[in-house]
């Protein structure tokens, strides 16, 4: 691939795969959202099969394996050992038979009683069940953070089936077996992490309290079984694994009822669910075990083999060792590390109790600061890119995703890599604006000629935005180009002092000038609503009239298209920040096509959509229009596209404009002065897309006003049909089937 060809001078499309990201994974709360397709659709457009990938930040292992799976060889560079853990089990592969085998061998293990190690931990969890008398099991606490005990318990009885949850109280908790000692376990629990005399003892000490007592010691007595000499190496690494997430899933970061339960630091929410650990524990087994190939994994500087599979380096990538060729690399990939407190402390806590303290070390720098501020993350960020240009040849390109967008993230992102001597050449975003993909190259941006000039340079990355898109946008997306813009023209400085916060004002200053830009819907803070030129130009094209003239040229050609290519002409056809979203996708295609069924997912383009079907159907609209105007005794006038009733009085009552699509923009523009009532005339199957852009587009609300509205073609044919229509009738019998806006059930993509 030459280098002429690895840069696009403009935007470039999304490149997606799937619409919404996989869950029940392992710890996926804390990573990168993983949307399969979407790594190897990207990578793929700028690197052939079996070329190397350089992953710098090795925070994604889904992403990585997916890559290898598809033929490329991915070095990964993990400074953490909880994700490097991840790519290693998950690339292994555990089946559902060696998982189970697994389990089953640790279930039996014996406890100094002489029990099951399974009996014995449920052993704690059981009371008289409220129901029968027999024994229930304790399935789960709901705890809140003004009672010391719990505020329920759930309950579940295998003996008559009854399950329910039962008041917390003091009595009620007492129930329950009595705990071992719970100093000795902690104690136990911190000594595996930092000794006693450790700067790092008094952080752990903290995280350590997110863990009831209970958790706690259950947990510790878990891994004391897990570490014993009773199982083979491989089963002890899937036990291991299993454990992880068994530790995850009992601390107390999970909303109750559960909500959003992505934590980014470690503050207990105002009530949390402790769950029951062996249950937790084959919970977790669904997480690991997996179907799919394994990934040939080999540590650094061993090399996979060259149908694909990945080289892991434990460490940062500064002490990548020995270096690769530049010429080795063909590509950088890598989800940016979003800033998180809660994952990065848990995972010092696990990486202490599964591998001991020395598996602490690569994060201990960053367990002490424990201030982890944007601009601080920016640093952080940039501290890894740096080294990118040592490691790769200068033409490679540097695909970087920034997943959960936000704006402080968006800004942190760029100033790392342009801190890092690393320039943006484009960037796309999802049609939900929720992953941003960045094309860099090697080479830093020039200073810009003067700052004075970075708000007029602001202002008018917002404006030309706006007038691309042709339609309102959100904050973010503003605020998205406004900051690759003045980043590219060299005005995006950062002097010490300057923190992520001061650079935010910054670039949303120029979004308070009311006479150039018009918000709908504001709120307080500059992040709602909508924005929107006060003065657009005369001519622009809205991101949805873009669209479906790109599916309605797609279904011409192909008249059954799947999701896929479905999904690539939109994003083609509406590039970088313009990424329209699944439902105006959805709602473009049904207006023209039908879905066929799960088993053979797409769209299949209604016969009746033929040219020649609408084109005959549009002729007898107009002359079943010109037919009414001689019933009521209006004069005509006709144009291509207009067809104009005109009064005794030589004025215009109203106005018809039959279109076989809802591009209706230019028509609004060209006749916004055409007095009287005026009427766009549509197919009925057009009407859920107009009205879903009439709910999603405030300036096209705007733009239509009281004078302008959509009739259908069929409410046309009615009003031919009633021989009792008068001039005083039509105008209420005309709007009578008005379109109404029907979400689709599913989007396809």
């Known amino acids: 691939m030459s280098a002429p060809d690895l840069f696009d001078p403009l935007q470039a499309p999304f490149f997606a795969g799937s619409d919404r990201p996989i869950t029940g994974l392992p710890l996926d709360r804390f990573l990168p959202p993983y949307y399969p397709g979407t790594p190897l659709n990207w990578v793929s457009s700028r690197a052939e099969t079996s070329s190397w990938v350089l992953d710098p930040f090795g925070n994604d292992p889904f992403s990585a394996l997916e890559l290898a799976r598809a033929g490329f060889r991915v070095l990964v560079a993990a400074n953490n050992p909880i994700p490097a853990f991840i790519l290693e089990i998950m690339a292994s592969a555990p089946s559902v038979a060696e998982v189970g085998e697994a389990v089953l061998a640790l279930a039996n293990s014996r406890m100094s009683d002489g029990s099951r190690l399974e009996d014995y931990l449920n052993s704690f969890y059981l009371l008289p069940c409220p129901q029968c008398g027999g024994q229930a099991e304790v399935t789960g606490l709901i705890w809140s953070e003004e009672r010391p005990e719990p505020v329920s318990m759930q309950w579940l009885c295998q003996r008559c089936q009854k399950s329910g949850e039962l008041p917390g109280s003091s009595e009620a908790y007492q129930h329950l077996r009595p705990l071992p000692s719970y100093p000795l376990h902690r104690s136990r629990a911190l000594e595996l992490v930092a000794s006693l005399d450790d700067p790092l003892r008094p952080v752990m000490e903290e995280v350590v309290r997110f863990y009831s007592p209970r958790a706690l010691i259950l947990l510790q007595i878990l891994l004391n079984k897990i570490n014993a000499p009773d199982f083979s190496e491989r089963q002890q690494k899937i036990l291991q694994a299993l454990f992880l997430t068994t530790a995850d899933q009992m601390n107390q970061l999970w909303t109750y009822p559960l909500g959003r339960n992505r934590p980014r630091q470690l503050l207990r929410p105002p009530s ?325 069924p799960d088993s053979q997912p797409g769209w299949l383009l209604r016969s009746r959509e033929a040219p020649q079907i609408r084109e005959k159907d549009l002729l007898e609209i107009r002359m079943i229009l010109e037919q009414l105007a001689a019933r009521l005794d209006y004069s005509l006038q006709t144009t291509t596209e207009a067809i104009h009733w005109v009064n005794r009085s030589g004025s215009v009552a109203h106005s018809f404009f039959p279109s076989l699509s809802a591009c209706v923009s230019p028509l609004l523009r060209l006749f916004s002065r055409t007095p009287g009532q005026k009427y766009f005339v549509i197919p009925a199957s057009r009407s859920n897309l107009v009205s879903y852009r009439l709910k999603r587009d405030p300036n096209l609300q705007l733009l239509c006003g009281e004078s302008w509205h959509f009739v259908k073609f069929r409410q046309i044919r009615n009003l031919k049909e009633d021989m009792q229509l008068t001039r005083e009738t039509f105008t209420e019998r005309v709007l009578e089937d008005p379109p109404e806006y029907q979400r689709a059930q599913l989007s396809l993509f």
């Open 272 to 596: 949390w669910q402790e769950t029951h650990p062996w249950q937790a524990f084959l919970r977790s087994r669904a997480l690991w075990q997996t179907d799919l190939p394994p990934v040939t994994l080999r540590g650094w500087p061993e090399l996979p083999p060259q149908k694909g599979g990945i080289s892991l380096f434990r460490g940062r990538l500064r002490e990548l060792n020995p270096l690769p060729d530049p010429r080795l690399m063909t590509l950088v990939y890598a989800s940016l590390p979003r800033r998180n407190q809660a994952y990065w402390n848990l995972s010092g806590l696990w990486s202490g109790w599964l591998w001991g303290k020395e598996s602490v070390n690569p994060l201990r720098h960053s367990l002490l600061r424990q201030r982890y501020d944007w601009t601080w993350h920016s640093q952080a960020l940039a501290k890894v890119l740096t080294q990118l240009p040592g490691l790769v040849q200068p033409q490679t390109p540097i695909l970087l995703q920034i997943g959960e967008l936000d704006g402080l993230f968006l800004i942190a992102g760029i100033l790392a890599g342009q801190a890092a001597g690393l320039r943006l050449l484009n960037c796309a975003s999802d049609g939900s604006q929720d992953t941003l993909q960045c094309l860099w190259g090697i080479g830093g941006v020039p200073a810009g000629s003067s700052q004075g000039n970075f708000a007029e340079a602001a202002s008018e990355a917002a404006r030309a935005h706006l007038t691309e898109r042709g339609e309102p946008a959100n904050y973010l997306s503003l605020l998205t180009q406004i900051a690759i813009s003045v980043h590219q023209q060299g005005l995006l400085s950062s002097p010490p002092g300057k923190t992520l916060n001061d650079h935010q004002e910054e670039l949303e200053a120029c979004l308070a000038d009311t006479d150039t830009f018009v918000r709908f819907n504001p709120g307080i803070a500059p992040d709602t609503g909508l924005y929107w030129l006060r003065q657009p130009r005369l001519e622009y094209t809205p991101t949805a009239e873009r669209l479906e003239t790109a599916l309605l040229q797609l279904l011409r050609a192909k008249p059954n298209p799947t999701p896929e290519v479905v999904r690539q002409t939109a994003n083609q056809s509406c590039p970088g920040l313009l990424t329209p979203e699944s439902e105006l996708v959805d709602a473009v295609m049904a207006a023209y096509a039908d879905r066929l």
